[in-house]
């Protein structure tokens, strides 16, 4: 599933989201003057290699120098290749807007960091020994998302399904879209576990754990009187209310 947009309207510019954008597109332009030893060594150094800090004798002797704990920021924009951004990117800027707009530019950043750290960590404690570095901005994402079925899981999300060569479109809400990710997310993780070879290089528990992040850290960073079309049950009704966008 890949989505083309959702149903919800931004109210405020987005600046944190937009800064974001920009961060990564550098990051990864700057990628593309390197040569292919020079990229391996900049992704080992400010990718997180789990390895190199559940085994510092091992990474040591590997040749890792000491700390190196800006891996656990900066790891979230490098990106692996062309695919890898333009996916990231792009889910980014679908979700992140409406979230943006609940907590404001400041807030959002702290959030989006705290979800990718989030990832992060989760994915060391399922990969301990790995030594392959994890770059990209999905973990934070993954959170930006988790925070957005929370919110506005009546939106509708106009999503890309491609079935054999055949693109097919659908509006879903976003409950649904959301939740599908969660579930594949989750059976690949277990898939990883069980036949790490069949894992696809992807950090699927690092997903799970941005999301899970994204639900649990929401209540702290949202701003009650931004939340323009949130979800609200009404206990007293049995029904929920979605706001009205007020511009503050």
């Not at 004798?57 to 890792?64: D, H, K, R």
């Not at 990883?192 to 754990?209: D, E, K, N, R, T």
Request: charged residues 10%; hydrophobic residues 55%.
């Amino acid at each position: 599933m890949f989505p083309i947009r959702d149903s919800i309207p931004r109210v405020h510019k987005p600046w944190a989201v937009w800064s974001i954008l920009l961060l990564n597109i550098a990051v990864f332009m700057l990628q593309q003057g390197m040569t292919e030893q020079m990229l391996v060594s900049f992704l080992h150094l400010y990718g997180v290699v789990p390895a190199r800090f559940t085994s510092p004798e091992w990474a040591l002797f590997a040749g890792y120098p000491r700390g190196g704990y800006i891996a656990f920021l900066t790891h979230m924009f490098i990106h692996g290749g062309w695919l890898h951004i333009i996916a990231n990117m792009w889910t980014l800027w679908i979700f992140a807007d409406n979230i943006e707009d609940v907590m404001g530019p400041v807030r959002f950043v702290l959030f989006y960091l705290a979800c990718g750290l989030s990832a992060t960590v989760v994915h060391i404690l399922f990969n301990a020994d790995s030594t392959i570095p994890v770059v990209g901005a999905s973990g934070a994402i993954a959170g930006v998302m988790g925070a957005y079925l929370l919110l506005y899981p009546h939106a509708k999300v106009f999503t890309l399904i491609p079935v054999l060569f055949f693109p097919l479109f659908f509006e879903l809400p976003a409950a649904i879209y959301l939740g599908i990710w969660f579930l594949t997310q989750f059976f690949s993780g277990v898939t990883s576990i069980v036949a790490p070879q069949q894992g696809g290089g992807i950090a699927w528990w690092a997903h799970l754990g941005g999301f899970a992040a994204g639900i649990v850290l929401l209540p702290y960073f949202r701003r009650n009187d931004r939340c323009y079309f949130c979800y609200r049950p009404d206990p007293a009704r049995r029904t929920a209310v979605v706001e009205p966008p007020r511009r503050g």
